[in-house]
């Protein structure tokens, strides 16, 4: 955590509202998005996002500053997601023992210049998008592990952690879903190309 981080939650210690309300301000767009992505439902987005933050407001005196800010409040993000979806009747309760190989692989392209070009930070955030709706057709259990590994960036450890499932099941549930999404991609673009091969056969 950087010396201005741990000075802002210093302050936000003391009561200092000013400097709780530039937490919130810093983190409320992400934290949404990764409660929208999780439960697909906006309202129930919405109210996770408020609920992470008086949660926040509330447990602050207890943050020891072991995990980054953002870590920490992304966890109580993910558990409130839990609780939500576990009301929905999602349980994760699924069990998957099958052998996985050891895939590192990101879903999303990782760009080695740290200040791309326009273009390029455009066309990734299209790519973004594009996969973002296929994520959104993955089962909860699929879906959380997805969004807490690319997204959240946590390890599959710190994911075995928050969800209080296998190092096996992690990987696992990793694994299946991108298999789903690479084929899912692959088919979606078949398809487009078939639309667009039927457009030319039209016109000529």
């Given at each position: 955590m950087s010396r201005a981080e741990l000075e802002l939650v210093e302050r936000a210690k003391t009561g200092d509202m000013a400097a709780f309300?530039?937490?919130v301000a810093a983190h409320q767009q992400k934290i949404y998005t990764v409660a929208f992505r999780i439960l697909e439902n906006g309202e129930d987005a919405a109210d996770v996002a408020q609920e992470t933050f008086i949660r926040v407001y509330r447990s602050l005196a207890n943050f020891k500053?072991?995990?980054?800010?953002?870590?920490?409040?992304?966890?109580?993000?993910?558990?409130?997601?839990?609780?939500?979806?576990?009301?929905?009747?999602?349980?994760f309760t699924q069990s998957l023992d099958e052998p996985v190989s050891e895939e590192s692989e990101s879903l999303y392209p990782q760009l080695a210049?740290?200040?791309?070009?326009?273009?390029?930070?455009?066309?990734?955030?299209?790519l973004k998008a594009y996969l973002e709706k296929f994520i959104a057709c993955l089962s909860p259990d699929y879906r959380i592990v997805v969004v807490m590994r690319e997204?959240?960036?946590?390890s599959y450890e710190e994911i075995s952690r928050q969800l209080g499932i296998s190092l096996g099941t992690?990987?696992?549930?990793?694994?299946?879903?991108?298999?789903?999404l690479r084929e899912s991609i692959l088919k979606d673009r078949e398809q487009e190309g078939k639309l667009l091969r039927l457009k030319d056969e039209r016109r000529g």
């Open positions: 309300e530039e937490i500053g072991d995990a980054s800010l953002s870590t920490w409040i992304y966890r109580i993000t993910v558990n409130l997601c839990k609780d939500a979806l576990r009301k929905r009747g999602h349980l210049d740290d200040r791309p070009l326009p273009e390029e930070l455009y066309e990734q955030q299209e997204q959240m960036e946590l992690v990987k696992s549930r990793l694994n299946r879903a991108r298999k789903y």
